[in-house]
Each structure stands twice: as C-alpha cells, then as structure tokens.
C-alpha cells in the first residue's frame, strides 16, 4: 500500500535537545511538507520541498532544519533554537506543488518538551 | 493579511444536514480545499473547488462563491463517524496553502 509514513508517533525531549522527525513517502511524490499544528490554530507551513536537494522555508522556519536526500524521504530536526516546540507535527506529499494537487499527510508526531 | 475563518465548534444530531462555512482573505486565489481530520489523526482530503458553484461527492458537497470569498461544507445524513474537524485550506496567488483553524463537528445521537 502507498501511503507516508512518521516516525515515532510520540516523541519527548529535554529541553536543549535536537530532535529528527522521520517521513517516508512511498507515493512517488515529488513535493513534501512539513507542517506544525497547536490546538486552537491552523496547520502552520514550516518547509518544504519540490524536488530532491532543494526546500524552502515556509511561514515558521525559525528553529527547525530540514533535508531531501532521497525523493521519499524528507526528515525535519527540531533544533534547540525553536522556542516553543511541543506541538503536533504532520509530513505531508503532493504529485506537485501545482494548485490543484491534493496533499496526502502522514499520521503525524506529537513531540512533548519536557 | 490573509484569514481564513471558520466556527470553532458545531453540534448536530445523527441523520440531519450541517453546513460548515468558510470565509476567506486571501492574496490571490488557486483553489479551496476541505479536509477532515480525526482527533489525533492526519487530515484526509474530503473536495477541491476552483471555479463557483457546488461540488458534490456522496453525502458531502462543497459549495464556492469566489466573489463573495466564501465556501460552505455540506453534510448529509450525518453518521457518528463523521464527528472530526473539517479544515478549510486556501491555495494563495504563491501557490501556498492557508489553513483555517478548524471547525469540530461533534455528532449526537
């Protein structure tokens, strides 16, 4: 079955820690994102990427780090530099950025800074 | 700046109709998505509308008037399952998505 993959689904941290967030796509997608949502808000956009070695920062970039490698695989590090981290983080994939390409997520990460 | 709103919360009962609205503010305009999303879970694509009017799919239809910045999720024949959030996403002159926060939809019987 094609789908995305996260890992791990539950994810705690000491604050001052770096965190990697996993996402695998096997959809032969060639667009990734990587979103955060907080209760009370909409997905907020922090990178993302159309082809393999090329991302761009989304609206929260600050804090967060990001790598394309491999086509299926779009990882996201939570650096110590993020403020406020505890949130839940969703990977999502498109055949392409264009308008009309519906986004397929994964079933997100929910890291708690203790 | 850009909006998107949509009420926090709304309540029906099994079997009836609900219709979730959206207004929108956007810089430009490529599209409107619904998604649904389960608590906890990952969002799900439910309807894509681009030009105005309505678009039907089973017991859900989506409605656009892009004039007016607006669009409304229909529900039909409501189910214990569809109890979630529904998500209204806009698609900017940039070809990025806005998200709105969400309306829950809590179903009773």
């Known amino acids: 079955d094609g789908g995305i993959t996260q890992s791990p689904k539950y994810l705690f941290r000491k604050e001052g820690q770096n965190v990697t967030l996993s996402c695998e796509q096997n959809l032969n997608h060639d667009a990734m994102y990587w979103y955060r949502q907080d209760p009370g808000q909409g997905l907020r956009l922090i990178y993302y990427?159309?082809?393999?070695?090329?991302?761009q920062k989304g609206d929260i970039a600050e804090g967060y780090s990001v790598s394309r490698e491999k086509k299926e695989s779009f990882p996201l590090t939570v650096t110590s530099a993020q403020k406020n981290p505890t949130a839940f983080y969703l990977c999502?994939?498109?055949?392409?950025?264009?308008?009309?390409?519906?986004?397929?997520f994964g079933p997100g990460t929910r890291l708690t800074v203790l | 700046g850009q909006n998107i709103d949509q009420p926090t919360e709304m309540t029906a009962t099994e079997g009836a109709i609900v219709q979730i609205n959206c207004t929108y503010q956007t810089s430009g305009f490529n599209g409107l998505f619904w998604y649904q999303q389960h608590a906890g879970e990952a969002p799900t694509f439910l309807s894509y509308n681009v030009l105005d009017g309505l678009e039907e799919k089973g017991r859900f239809s989506s409605f656009l008037s892009r004039s007016k910045g607006y669009s409304y999720l229909l529900l039909k024949e409501l189910q214990m399952k569809d109890s979630a959030s529904y998500l209204c996403a806009v698609t900017d002159s940039n070809y990025q998505l806005i998200w709105g926060a969400g309306t829950k939809l809590i179903i009773k019987p």
């Open positions: 990427s159309q082809i393999v070695n090329d991302f």
């Open positions: 999502a994939s498109s055949m392409s950025r264009e308008v009309w390409n519906e986004q397929f």
